[in-house]
């Protein structure tokens, strides 16, 4: 069965096509270069983005399948939570392919995606937890089956990338900070500078960001501008502040709780360093440890189709609506 997926929830404009018994066929996507000069997303510019994006974009998927849109068996799209105006151009150019072509279209939740972007190379294992961390999302979520997901732990202040954007931001390195962090941090010191690990009162498992993003700032007025090794160090240090508390976390949540496999998800699982000190940490207790090459954690139209994929495989069909929205939790159709 093919499964198209499209995602337009912010300012990518992505195409997949997922075969569940080949996985990915292709998945390409057309970033937005539009942004660049105001410093930030503009809405209606994205949207108009998208409408001139996605008619290319779609060809040229199709063209590296080998795939004409008779060859598609379903269309799977983004409802939210995103930007209103861009899910809208996705959720309008789905419905009419759907309707010229007589296929049935899903709408899927964007964390759902992430989610199962780990089923893009290898099948998914259940039960599981999984880390969802982007540039919006900070969350752990337990797995017990498709489609059947409970949230343990969400972010009380910014999500994971958020931490690592503002950081970057501070020390002028550009965004996405993620990244440019992480390559400069291959030559630092975890160790040379102290960062705290945030602990919440209530001793719960949530997560805080914003405590780590001012010590940056005030440690960067203090002592910076940094450059060369001072830099790396700065770096290694802050990632490794990150990964510190996402682990500490992870590991919390997993006392008690059966887990034959830790996902790793969302645009911050691209870092290997992360997977590399989760792996060390959880794979001697015999879970597996798992996060998608670096372009499928990132938002991709692959993750969106294979998440429509495992819908239709659980019998669950087309209809769950298809009205966008700009937020709202992840919660089971299972
Ligand atoms: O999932 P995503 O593409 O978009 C959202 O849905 O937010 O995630 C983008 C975030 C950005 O904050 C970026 O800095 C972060 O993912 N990111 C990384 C890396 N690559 C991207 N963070 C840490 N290490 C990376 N290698
Ligand atoms: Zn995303």
Not at 281 to 295: D, F, Q, T
Request: with cysteine.
């Amino acid at each position: 069965m093919i499964t198209l997926g499209i995602e337009t929830s912010c300012d990518d404009s992505a195409v997949g096509l997922y075969c569940s018994e080949r996985k990915v066929l292709a998945s390409l996507l057309a970033t937005q270069l539009e942004h660049g000069a105001t410093g930030g997303i503009v809405p209606e510019v994205a949207s108009r983005a998208h409408l001139k994006n996605l008619p290319p974009v779609l060809r040229a998927a199709l063209g590296e399948a080998g795939l004409g849109l008779a060859d598609i068996d379903a269309i799977a799209v983004t409802r939210g939570p995103g930007l209103l105006g861009s899910l809208l151009v996705g959720l309008a150019f789905a419905q009419a392919l759907g309707e010229a072509w007589g296929k049935p279209v899903l709408g899927v939740h964007h964390i759902e995606a992430h989610l199962v972007s780990n089923h893009l190379e290898r099948d998914l294992v259940f039960p599981a937890l999984a880390l969802v961390i982007s540039g919006g999302h900070s969350q752990i979520f337990q797995l017990r089956a498709p489609g059947d997901y409970a949230l343990l732990a969400t972010t009380r202040d910014d999500a994971a990338g958020e931490a690592f954007d503002k950081a970057a931001k501070v020390a002028g390195l550009g965004f996405p900070g993620g990244p440019v962090i992480e390559r400069l941090a291959t030559a630092g010191d975890p160790h040379a500078f102290p960062f705290p690990l945030a602990r919440l009162t209530d001793g719960g498992l949530d997560f805080s960001f914003s405590g780590l993003k001012t010590a940056a700032r005030l440690l960067w007025e203090r002592v910076g501008p940094l450059s060369g090794q001072a830099l790396a160090d700065f770096c290694a240090s802050y990632q490794s502040a990150i990964i510190r508390q996402l682990l500490d976390r992870l590991e919390r949540a997993l006392r008690g709780r059966e887990a034959a496999a830790c996902y790793l998800a969302g645009g911050v699982a691209a870092n290997r360093t992360l997977l590399a000190a989760a792996t060390a940490r959880l794979a001697p207790a015999g879970i597996l440890v798992h996060a998608p090459s670096p372009r499928f954690c990132t938002d991709n139209g692959a993750m969106v189709a294979c998440a429509g994929a495992l819908r239709l495989a659980a019998g669950r069909a087309a209809g769950a609506g298809l009205a966008p929205f700009s937020r709202g939790a992840l919660k089971s159709w299972r």
